[in-house]
């Protein structure tokens, strides 16, 4: 068993020599694993951490158990986890407070890496969980041999062999009085069912690691596809939002939408069968404008885009004097007197305004939800936002358009449109020339 765990190990860090952390519990499991290190112990460099959660009968039991096994020879480190406060969820609750206990200890020793003594069996258990559960492809991969420093070099060992070398080497532990309890589903699942399941097929765990592995190998397929996608042209990340070419995006297969929106809404924690079911459905029925918030992120559906961001807020706000030139990270700005001109050239990124009522100041600022004006040629006041809505601009540039301003009063959506009561007519006596420019 000791060649099999090293292999193991190498498969899962290659060749690193580095500090291990065990987590003995004291049951056989944890106390078969503690044995085999122990007698590979000038291979490997390890110390132990026992996590006693103060709820089983024999608890102070199982804690001298590994204590004394540790002897003066291995570095024990004992924690303790207090169930006072835990009501419900007992399994969860005891597990996340187990693996911090175990990360307290592994910074405490200054490990690399902890390893836990999960099982094929554990493993078997865990997948019919999450089938029971309906879980996605990615939790049906059970447990994982490495989680970041967490290691599970046990994983394709049976309870069976765990067994026969406890009885053949002798190995010392304590049974947890816990685990006869069915009210919880494991326990149920491992007392009642797998025993029945063992009538058909002994080797019960066997089709449960084949189901793991295909698992696995579907779920790398699905990141490599995943991971082509953000290299294509129809992904874009900046610092404040995500875009992605909307057609592409919801032609893509449901899993890898899925896996887009969990990363980016989620930071890749489990999506809830609801969640799944709502974003399914907004993207099912597609409607341009449409927005979805989720936790502190927004999926907006645009034109051609669909538009992940946490904030869009534009805060630009700029006085500049007549002469000058002001350069900002995504436009530059610049305005001045100038004569009339004798023709009026279809250029977007310049503008003559009659500038009767200008003063030495112009102020360029970001577009305000309730801003209006008057668009050139046209008898009635507009808001802003939906002026450029029904010019149908994107999502995202509606949110980076700029006004420039006589005061309060809007002189022109900066390279769209022109307010009337600006225009140039055969009148106007002082005219002024404004340039604009996206970076």
Not at 153 to 162: A, G, N, Q
Request: aromatic share 8%; glycine share 2%; charged share 25%.
């Amino acid at each position: 068993m000791q060649n099999k765990i090293l292999s193991n190990i190498e498969s899962l860090i290659g060749n690193e020599k580095p500090h291990f952390l065990l987590a003995v519990s004291g049951g056989i499991d944890s106390m078969v694993m503690l044995d085999c290190f122990k007698k590979m112990s000038n291979q490997n460099i390890f110390s132990v951490c026992h996590v006693n959660h103060n709820y089983q009968e024999n608890a102070l039991l199982m804690e001298k158990l590994v204590t004394d096994a540790c002897d003066s020879n291995i570095k024990c480190i004992i924690k303790q986890i207090s169930s006072s406060n835990i009501t419900s969820n007992i399994e969860s609750q005891f597990r996340d407070l187990r693996y911090k206990a175990l990360e307290d200890a592994r910074k405490e020793v200054g490990a690399d890496y902890i390893i836990t003594a999960h099982h094929a069996d554990d493993q078997a258990e865990t997948i019919l969980i999450k089938i029971l559960s309906s879980s996605g492809l990615s939790g049906l991969q059970g447990i994982r041999e490495k989680n970041n420093n967490v290691l599970r070099p046990m994983i394709d060992i049976s309870k069976e062999e765990i067994i026969e070398y406890a009885n053949q080497q002798s190995v010392d532990y304590l049974d947890d009085s816990s685990n006869d309890d069915i009210s919880f589903t494991r326990n149920f699942l491992r007392n009642k069912v797998f025993p029945s399941l063992r009538k058909v097929k002994n080797n019960i765990h066997l089709p449960f690691l084949d189901l793991n592995s295909r698992i696995k190998e579907v779920n790398r397929l699905i990141d490599y596809t995943e991971n082509m996608f953000y290299e294509s042209e129809s992904f874009n990340k900046t610092k404040n939002l995500v875009q992605i070419n909307r057609d592409i995006f919801l032609n893509l297969p449901l899993l890898i939408q899925l896996r887009i929106i969990n990363k980016f809404c989620y930071q890749d924690k489990s999506m809830s069968k609801t969640g799944v079911r709502e974003i399914k459905d907004f993207f099912r029925k597609n409607k341009v404008g449409t927005e979805r918030k989720i936790n502190e992120v927004t999926i907006a559906i645009d034109q051609n885009d669909i538009i992940i961001f946490k904030s869009l807020e534009n805060t630009i706000y700029k006085e500049v004097s007549a002469g000058e030139n002001i350069s900002d990270k995504d436009f530059t700005f610049s305005w001045d007197f100038h004569n009339k001109p004798n023709y009026f050239a279809d250029d977007l990124n310049t503008e003559f305004i009659d500038a009767s009522n200008l003063n030495n100041t112009l102020i360029i600022r970001s577009v305000k939800k309730d801003d209006q004006f008057l668009p050139l040629g046209m008898s009635g006041s507009k808001k802003v936002n939906k002026f450029l809505k029904d010019k149908k601009i994107s999502f995202y540039k509606r949110n980076q358009s700029l006004v420039v301003c006589n005061k309060e009063e809007i002189v022109w959506v900066a390279g769209y449109q022109l307010s009337d009561k600006y225009k140039i007519d055969q009148n106007s006596k002082k005219v002024a020339k404004l340039n604009f420019l996206r970076n």
